[in-house]
């Protein structure tokens, strides 16, 4: 039988950025969670994807949605990260956001893509969701980093050629 606390460590060893993915209800109230499964699988059409755990509270609006955003972090939003992963009821609440096209969106985030939903695959504990990304915006500042139960700041991007 596999140790899951062990199998944690392993992945950990596997650094990422940091996201919010959030959505809105059917009532129109806006959900979130911090997520680090993000990634990009295609890109013409640009296509991304998130495993999302079918246990949480956001499930259920993520599992009905058409629309959700995902928010990459930046480097000073290590509180926000720990704040979407928390147990408080409303994390919009005390959480300054605005209202994309049809997502809701974190402010000061080094990225932001809204998405369409392009699919939901079933896997076991999770759904990993796919969306189509119709809408994005980014800015040149550092992103935030997940390495072993530890956030980090990433080195200020290069420009591109
Ligand atoms: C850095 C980090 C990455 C996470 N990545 C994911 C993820 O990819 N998918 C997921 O379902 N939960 C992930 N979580 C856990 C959720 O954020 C956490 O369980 C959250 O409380 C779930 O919220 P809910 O119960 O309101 O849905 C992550 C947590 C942290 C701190």
Redesign the pocket.
């Known amino acids: 039988m596999m140790d899951v606390r062990d199998y944690r460590r392993a992945l950990g060893a596997f650094p990422?950025g940091?996201?919010i993915?959030a959505t809105y209800d059917a009532d129109g109230a806006p959900?979130g969670?911090?997520?680090?499964?993000?990634t990009s699988v295609s890109l013409q059409p640009p296509v991304i994807s998130?495993?999302?755990?079918k246990?949480?509270?956001?499930?259920p609006a993520l599992s009905q949605c058409d629309h959700f955003a995902v928010n990459i972090l930046s480097a000073d939003q290590k509180d926000l990260?720990?704040h979407?992963?928390?147990?408080v009821e409303n994390?919009f609440t005390d959480t300054e956001w605005t209202a994309g096209t049809a997502t809701p969106l974190i402010p000061g985030a080094s990225a932001q893509l809204e998405c369409t939903v392009h699919s939901r695959v079933d896997a076991d504990d999770?759904e990993i969701l796919l969306g189509r990304v119709v809408n994005y915006t980014h800015v040149p500042i550092p992103p935030l980093v997940?390495c072993r139960g530890a956030?980090f700041s990433a080195p200020q991007p290069e420009a591109s050629p």
Do not use: E, K, P
């Not at 246990?55 to 499930?59: A, E, N």
């Open positions: 990422t940091v996201t993915i959900w969670l911090t997520a680090n499964s993000f998130v495993c999302v755990a246990s949480g509270r956001v499930f990260a720990m979407f992963a928390s147990d994390r999770h997940y956030f």
